[in-house]
């Protein structure tokens, strides 16, 4: 749209209007030095916002600058310059944009007109982008950061009824045309379409030697700003704090005033975005990018599926190949860029997608310099790899939870199914004089006189979706102490140091684990990139994927032989007992079925397992006539959280309930046989006898999973207590015998429930394997179906469950039963528990039709990392080329 005509020329003085949040004075600030070019320029701009006037006014004296007192947004309520109340936060924008919003929107629409506005611009005032769009004018942010990634962080205090305010904000977001990017800038994908600035601050009135002279600091002083958006402080930084020779850093910003350029550029017609999409685009695939991000492990929060899609734009931006096309795009033995020396890329298209977007760094590394639209991860990849050299390529999958799900740690047969989605690692081992490092581990090692020390540099792509540092990197030396690898219980407290960083446990682990348990020494660097395909918090073991996929990439490198079965246990267990990676380094109490179906599924195949601890029974093939999917219900999953390990616990409280209970009972029955001696009743002894053997098997119940049903139902259900509180257990029973699980004395547990759930689950899962191989008929798919709904409400009475489950269970029962069941286009459907089962598609449609949440579907299967083996490649020197 280009601005109106006067009188058959084109208009040459524009209006633009510049809505500016009243949060701090930092936006304002950055604002009046745009504001004083655009007048400059001969345009009128008119100022909305609820700062003061005199930070415009004190600038800027000019008839064309106009400012309007409105407050349309509130930004953050803070109780000091460094404490954001959330609560209040969120009530305050309630009450200031939320509650009046139709007041505003045809308020500010008809003052927009009146007014003949050309363009607004907003920063970042997300209502304005919506009242642009209402009065048919184009609009613009100029941001480095946005209120929906902002928000979503207080609406985990808040609760999910809050929600709707992220997604309002994000929605109006997304009516603004592009995104002027500054510097320093969180994740906002709202905008999809954006052009990078340099840093925007007000124009400088004195020079650097003047201002120094003032302040009487010398030329050679370093100084440092802490700037609080007009806020006191209220604290000093100590000189101890500080390098010798520091007191402040100074900004500055670029000649030119590029943002009005751009900004008078875009009124006229002119345009300055990459890429023409729809806000409908923009806003299926970006909306609360920020409600992911910032999401607390535990927490009941849905996010829908569509809007998660930003995950593989935040990751390697190269696009998988077709199937259709795989073997034509890479053939089995060497691309134009490398060449395999070892392995097979089966065929699997994300193995190809991420050896091309190997290809792609291993181009940029080459360039020589720094492309700046590239991601911190690239750089980081592009700059840490020896291309010459040979580098290690490993895949593990993610699984889909068919039967057995929590009971595995209380010793269930378990059915798991590898899936599509895997993770992806490289891994490359350089000595450390050959090793490239990033400037700041160089400085590092240079300033402790190590510059022979090896050091451990890992790169994770996807870092801004998982809310996580990109890149992380270590001293291996710091991995021993006294020559001997540390305790699992220091690692664990040196990688959560910086929350942002405990993610590199995961990796980092394993090779600790392999220094521990195998004896490995490591004198050279390592740099390893990931790059996990398998959605996190999902419910399908992205964190078992990314053990398994580095242990395997990490055995290959050293040129250790190690089974599936050793090379999941190596994720999950130290010592003589089980400590995982994941359980002891990283603090979440996982069982053992995750790393083993990783390591040891096959396609189209069930692994069935015995987990006491890890028996491999071997692989159940998947009829043809049946299949299983996993639906997202947009719940986040977390192994970690609160509840998993508070249903744990009370599992393990009840096996030594029952133990306890047990053993009382061989005391009485010793009693009563000598009583019945006495009396000679007739088969008292051979009663006795019996349950003599009952007790003192029960007595000594290794995994509670071996006691039978009908002996829980007969002799415990009754007598075990719904709710335990921790105090009173510890007092009685001194512990509950699991080594990665701590009880609170003050937290009562659920203790019936979860003990009766592995029991239960147990002989499930064997009945379900049991039918798998029976001759196909309706009876067949209908137990089935009645074992994982019998599944899912079990695991729900654990506290586990969640609304979005339930509905998808409910969702399914609804189309089972239904006499439209069969015109559905997927098949029949029979059953469906915490993960899923039957027809998919469906499902997923009906799901968002019934919550408007389109959930991520999980269909098809793939190899374990046992199976895949590993790649070693080695890219082709290119010849240089004269320009």
């Known amino acids: 749209m280009k601005p109106k005509m006067e009188e058959g020329s084109e208009k040459t003085t524009l209006v633009f209007a510049y809505y500016v949040t009243g949060h701090g004075y930092g936006h304002a600030t950055r604002v009046v030095e745009v504001v004083r070019n655009l007048i400059q320029a001969g345009h009128e701009v008119h100022v909305v916002t609820g700062a003061p006037e005199y930070v415009f006014t004190s600038e800027i004296e000019s008839p064309r600058l106009f400012i309007r007192k409105v407050l349309l947004d509130c930004g953050a309520v803070q109780t000091d310059a460094l404490t954001v109340d959330r609560l209040a936060s969120l009530e305050k924008y309630v009450q200031t944009a939320v509650v009046p919003r139709a007041s505003i929107l045809a308020t500010e629409a008809e003052w927009l007109k009146s007014v003949k506005a050309d363009l607004v611009v907003s920063d970042v005032v997300p209502v304005a982008c919506r009242a642009a769009a209402d009065a048919e004018i184009r609009s613009i942010c100029v941001t480095n950061f946005s209120w929906d990634f902002i928000y979503a962080e207080y609406i985990m205090e808040a609760g999910h009824h809050s929600r709707s305010i992220v997604w309002q904000i994000a929605e109006d977001y997304s009516h603004s045309e592009f995104l002027i990017r500054l510097p320093g800038y969180c994740p906002m994908p709202a905008f999809r379409d954006s052009v990078d600035v340099p840093l925007v601050v007000r124009r400088v009135h004195k020079g650097r030697t003047e201002v120094r002279k003032e302040l009487g600091i010398g030329e050679d002083t370093k100084v440092l700003i802490y700037n609080f958006g007009g806020q006191p402080a209220g604290w000093k930084l100590e000189k101890d704090y500080l390098p010798d020779g520091w007191i402040c850093l100074v900004c500055g910003a670029s000649e030119g005033q590029v943002v009005a350029r751009i900004l008078q550029d875009t009124a006229f017609g002119k345009d300055h975005a990459p890429c023409k999409l729809s806000g409908s685009r923009r806003l299926r695939d970006a909306i609360v990018l920020g409600y992911q991000l910032q999401r607390v492990s535990g927490k009941d929060i849905a996010v829908p599926e569509w809007y998660t899609l930003a995950q593989n734009e935040l990751g390697f931006h190269s696009s998988l190949p077709d199937d259709n096309n795989i073997r034509r795009s890479l053939s089995l033995e060497e691309t134009e860029d490398f ?261 040891c599924g096959e396609e189209d195949k069930l692994l069935a397992m015995l987990c006491q601890p890890a028996e491999v029974l071997g692989h159940v093939e998947i009829p043809p006539h049946i299949r299983f999917w996993g639906i997202d219900s947009g719940i986040r999953h977390s192994v970690g959280g609160a509840d998993y390990g508070s249903v744990r616990i009370g599992a393990f409280m009840g096996r030594k309930i029952i133990k306890s209970m047990a053993t009382e009972s061989l005391h009485s029955s010793a009693l009563n046989g000598k009583v019945s001696r006495q009396v000679e009743t007739m088969n008292i002894d051979e009663m006795i006898g019996h349950n003599v053997d009952l007790h003192e098997a029960e007595a000594e119940l290794d995994y509670l999973c071996n006691l039978p049903p009908h002996r829980y139902e007969e002799s415990y259900v009754h007598r075990l207590p719904e709710f335990l509180l921790g105090n009173d257990f510890v007092e009685k029973y001194l512990h509950h015998d699991d080594t990665v699980t701590v009880i609170d004395k003050a937290h009562s547990y659920a203790v019936r429930a979860p003990t009766r759930h592995p029991i239960y689950e147990n002989f499930r899962v064997k009945a379900f394997k049991a039918l798998l191989s029976s001759a196909p008929s309706d009876d067949q798919l209908t137990a089935l179906g009645e074992l994982m709904y019998q599944c899912h409400y079990s695991y729900s009475s654990c506290g586990l469950g969640s609304d979005g489950t339930d509905r998808l269970v409910e969702l399914v029962q609804e189309m089972q039963h239904s006499k439209s069941s069969n015109s559905c286009g997927g098949g029949t459907l029979y059953g469906a528990k915490i993960t899923g089962g039957g027809s998919g598609g469906t499902i997923q449609q009906k799901y968002r039709a019934a919550t408007g949440f389109l959930p991520f579907l999980f269909e098809g299967s793939s190899p374990g990392a046992g199976k895949f083996g590993y790649l070693k490649i080695r890219f082709r020197s290119r010849p240089a080329t004269s320009e």
């Open 339 to 599: 060449e395999i020396l070892h392995g097979d890329h089966r065929g699997l298209s994300d193995t190809i997608g991420f050896l091309k977007s190997l290809a792609e760094l291993h181009a940029l590394g080459n360039q020589g310099s720094v492309d700046k639209h590239m991601s911190r991860e690239s750089q980081a990849a592009a700059a840490m790899f020896n291309w010459e050299e040979e580098i290690i390529v490993s895949r593990a999958p993610g699984r889909l939870d068919v039967m057995g799900g929590i009971a595995d740690y209380s010793g269930s047969l378990v059915l798991q199914m590898p899936i599509r989605e895997a993770c992806h690692v490289a891994i490359q081992r350089n000595q450390p004089g050959k090793q490239k490092l990033w400037k700041h581990a160089q400085a590092r090692k240079h300033d402790k006189g190590q510059v022979s020390s090896s050091v451990l540099q890992i790169v994770s792509f996807g870092s801004e979706l998982g809310n996580r540092a990109p890149t992380f990197d270590m001293d291996l030396s710091d991995l021993m102490d006294g020559g001997k690898p540390i305790s699992y219980e220091k690692a664990r407290q040196f990688f959560s140091q910086d929350p942002s960083q405990k993610w590199a446990a995961y990796v980092a682990g394993t090779i600790l684990v392999l220094m521990t348990e195998l004896g490995v020494q490591i004198v050279d660097g390592i740099s390893i990139l990931v790059f996990s395909g398998v959605p996190e918090g999902k419910g399908v073991s992205s964190s078992a994927a990314i053990e398994v996929a580095t242990m395997s990439a990490m055995a290959a490198s050293l040129g250790l032989d190690i089974a599936p079965r050793d090379l999941a246990l190596l994720c999950q267990k130290a010592c003589s007992f089980h400590i995982s990676v994941e359980n002891h380094i990283v603090g979440a109490p996982c069982g053992i079925m995750d790393q083993m179906a990783s390591a």
